[in-house]
C-alpha cells in the first residue's frame, strides 16, 4: 500500500485567505489538528492549531504563511514510511505532494491505524516485508515457497501498483527475525526494499 491510495476524500485543504476561524471549524469537522495550506494546487505548507491560538482566529492565514511546516509525503511512499513521517514530525494529518509540488491530497493518522488494523493480522506477532516486482516476475505462490522453506508463514499480503507494469506486495510474516527470509528472497532475486519488525510498527503506533 502506497500514499496515494491512503488519500482521503473528505479531507478539503486550506486557502492563504482562509482565517483562524474557518480553519478551527474544518479540523474540528475533519478530527485533526493540522491542514495543508493550497493556493492554485500549489503546497504552501501544514498548518497547525498552535499557529491559529498565536495568530488569532481572526488573522488570515495569509499573514503568517511563513510559520507553515514543510511537512509532506510523495505519492509513492510506502504505508510503514508514510506513519514514520507522521511519528516522527508527532502530526494528526500529512499532505501528499508530487514532484512539480503539487498537492495530490491528504493522510489521516487515524485513517492509517484503521487501515493497519484491518488488514495485517494486527494480533498475530511477526514482521512486515516489503518486495518490489516487476509484473512478468510476480508470483506469490512462489514467494510463499520462499518463505516457507525458511520455516516461516505469510499470514497476510496486500498488493499495490505504483505504475502498469509494476507491483508492490506488503507481506506480513509470523516470524520476528526475517534476515533468512530476506536473504533467500535476494538469492531469487527479488528486491525487496524495506522490513518492519512488529515491534516497530507497534512503537510507531504508540508514539
Given at each position: 500500500m502506497i500514499a496515494h491510495e491512503l488519500i482521503s476524500e473528505e479531507v478539503k485543504p486550506l486557502h492563504p485567505d482562509d482565517d483562524g476561524e474557518s480553519a478551527f471549524r474544518k479540523m474540528q469537522e475533519y478530527g485533526?489538528?493540522?491542514?495543508?495550506?493550497?493556493?492554485?494546487?500549489?503546497?504552501?505548507?501544514?498548518?497547525?492549531?498552535?499557529?491559529?491560538i498565536k495568530h488569532g482566529t481572526e488573522s488570515p492565514i495569509e499573514t503568517y504563511l511563513y510559520t507553515l511546516d514543510n511537512i509532506y509525503s510523495n505519492p509513492s511512499?510506502?504505508?510503514?514510511?508514510?506513519?514514520?513521517?507522521?511519528?516522527?514530525?508527532d502530526i494528526t494529518l500529512i499532505p501528499v505532494i508530487n514532484d512539480e509540488n503539487e498537492y495530490k491530497g491528504s493522510i489521516r493518522r487515524n485513517d492509517i491505524f484503521d487501515y493497519y488494523n484491518k488488514s495485517f493480522a494486527f494480533s498475530e506477532p511477526g514482521s512486515i516485508i516489503v518486495i518490489h516486482v516487476h509484473d512478468s516476475q510476480?508470483?506469490?505462490?512462489e514467494?510463499?515457497?520462499?518463505?516457507?522453506s525458511e520455516r516461516a508463514m505469510v499470514l497476510s499480503s496486500?498488493?499495490?501498483?505504483?505504475?502498469?507494469?509494476?507491483?508492490?506486495?506488503?507481506?506480513?510474516?509470523?516470524?520476528?527475525?526475517v534476515t533468512?527470509?530476506?536473504?533467500?528472497?535476494?538469492?531469487?532475486?527479488?528486491?525487496?526494499?524495506?522490513?518492519?519488525?512488529?515491534e516497530e510498527v507497534v512503537d510507531n503506533f504508540k508514539e
Open positions: 485533526v489538528s493540522h491542514l495543508p495550506v493550497i493556493r492554485d494546487h500549489e503546497y504552501l505548507g501544514l498548518l497547525n492549531e498552535d499557529e491559529i511512499d510506502h504505508l510503514f514510511d508514510v506513519m514514520k513521517k507522521i511519528s516522527d514530525s510476480y508470483s506469490l505462490s514467494i510463499s515457497h520462499i518463505i516457507e496486500i498488493i499495490s501498483r505504483p505504475s502498469d507494469t509494476q507491483i508492490i506486495l506488503t507481506l506480513k510474516v509470523n516470524k520476528t527475525d533468512r527470509i530476506i536473504a533467500a528472497l535476494r538469492r531469487f532475486e527479488y528486491d525487496v526494499s524495506a522490513s518492519y519488525s512488529e
